[in-house]
């Protein structure tokens, strides 16, 4: 069997080292694979380093091929993104001022702050978990115009972080207005998200959509029968008020109720 390049052997154990393709780098995360093959054994070491060296090999030739994500639709996701948090920001906009317990003026002034961080932040390209995360989710949502599943490389998702970093100043700054009253100065002044507006509150509670119910002659037959086995159909007592006994079983317990009530009394008598 003839040697393989991607097999090593270190204090007997056999490992599998693989570089990564230049191109690949940004969008693998890292330089090279390594992996222990977790055997001594040189003939199970080389099965498994083959088998792995062709399955990478695979991986990395659909990665190289596989379209990037478009900026256009990396754009369009950031001003989704935006949207959602101004239509939030406009209800916090009407119900932090009737709140007693909020101190408007602590809240702008905590807002001035922090669109002074995040602008600092979005200067030395500094994304946060919060942040990465986010974009994660928005650049892996992404589709190319083929339907083809798009990979994640290291601008794009770069190019994410920087949109939402932009938005999150946006939407504190145009909040911190609308708590001031100033609602000259809620129109987006970052070119991104030029023209836009809110579009309405989020629904909240009662207000979310609900499908109305399908009841069948059969569904209608289950219940009855359901209701009818907890006793449902069972006699009232004279008050309105369900009993698990018969309503004659009521009647003698009020009649020697009001026997025992002659005795008591009799018995104060004497």
Known sequence: ??????????????????????????????RE???????RDPLTAKVTARALSNAFDVLFARLGTMPAVPVADINEKVREYFQSALNQSLEHS?????????????EVAFLRQQVE???????EQSFGPAVVADA??????????????????HDALNLACSGIMRAKIENARILAAQLEGRYDET????????GMQPTGLPPIGEDLPTEPETVTFGDLCERFYAFKKAGGCRRQDPV?????EPAGASQD?????????RRRGHASDA
Request: charged share 25%.
């Open 136 to 153: 994660q989710g928005l650049v892996g949502g992404v589709q190319s115009a083929s339907g083809a599943p798009t990979h994640i490389d």
């Open 33 to 39: 694979i390594k992996t222990s093959l977790r055997t």
């Open 253 to 261: 317990q009020a009649r020697e109720g009001r026997e025992e009530d």
């Open 240 to 244: 309105g008020h369900r009993t698990g």
């Open 187 to 194: 129109s987006p002044r970052d070119p991104l998200f030029a």
């Open 117 to 123: 961080r995040l602008r600092q932040q979005l200067a």
């Open 94 to 106: 009407h119900l932090l001022p009737t709140d007693p317990t909020v101190d408007i003026g602590a």
């Open 1 to 30: 069997m003839a040697a393989i390049s991607r097999l090593v052997q270190r204090d007997g154990t056999f490992y599998f080292r693989m570089a990564t393709p230049q191109r690949l780098i940004p969008v693998i995360g890292r």
